[in-house]
């Protein structure tokens, strides 16, 4: 089954957690520019100190599938082959496969979990989310990564890509400089 298709099938708007910072569909892609059409991928990322704060978002980018497509071609080898082995260990892990009963629409009050720590977004202080839509239809279910999930991650990925992410997303994201601060030994993932 095509993007398409499976947006033909849907019944699962595109949901709100995955808006944009001013509470609004991602209505164009974050690095070239252009109206979202067709299929594209969502990224976004919270972050808190300490558990008795909010998490506060960091970034949140759209790609279309170009630019998807562009970015997930400069990812080494070794880094494929270990992403794909810690997908094979936490079958959640960066669902990208279609799901018909998420198409037939999903439980309004689903707790979302880390795919790899299983906790929920309250028990984590960092975590990432990513989704596949298709113009208007969320296609795949978020996909969550916590602090655990996103140290698996990060061990996957090689020197030579973990360059190449740091540069496109410097390039596309606009950090604010209290957060550049906070997140200035971190490196940054898109999942």
Not at 64 to 92: F, V
Not at 97 to 102: G, H, Y
Not at 164 to 177: A, E, G, K, Q
């Amino acid at each position: 089954m095509s993007w398409k298709e499976a947006a033909e099938m849907s019944k699962q708007f595109v949901q709100k957690e995955l808006y944009n910072e001013n509470d609004q569909p991602f209505d164009s892609c974050s690095d070239c520019k252009n109206k979202l059409e067709g299929d594209y991928k969502i990224f976004k990322s919270y972050s808190r100190l300490t558990k008795n704060e909010k998490h506060k978002l960091i970034f949140g980018v759209a790609l279309c599938s170009q630019c998807l497509e562009t970015y997930t071609s400069e990812i080494s080898k070794s880094t494929t082959s270990k992403l794909e082995s810690l997908g094979e260990t936490y079958p959640d892990f960066g669902v990208t496969s279609i799901d018909i009963s998420f198409l037939r629409g999903m439980d309004d009050n689903q707790v979302h979990r880390c795919a790899i720590s299983n906790k929920t977004i309250n028990e984590l202080n960092e975590y990432q989310m990513s989704a596949i839509c298709y113009n208007d239809k969320q296609i795949t279910p978020i996909s969550i990564l916590g602090d655990e999930g996103l140290k698996e991650y990060q061990d996957c990925i090689s020197d030579e890509t973990q360059g190449y992410i740091d540069d496109f997303v410097n390039r596309i994201i606009d950090l604010p400089p209290e957060i550049e601060v906070l997140l200035k030994d971190d490196h940054f993932v898109l999942i």
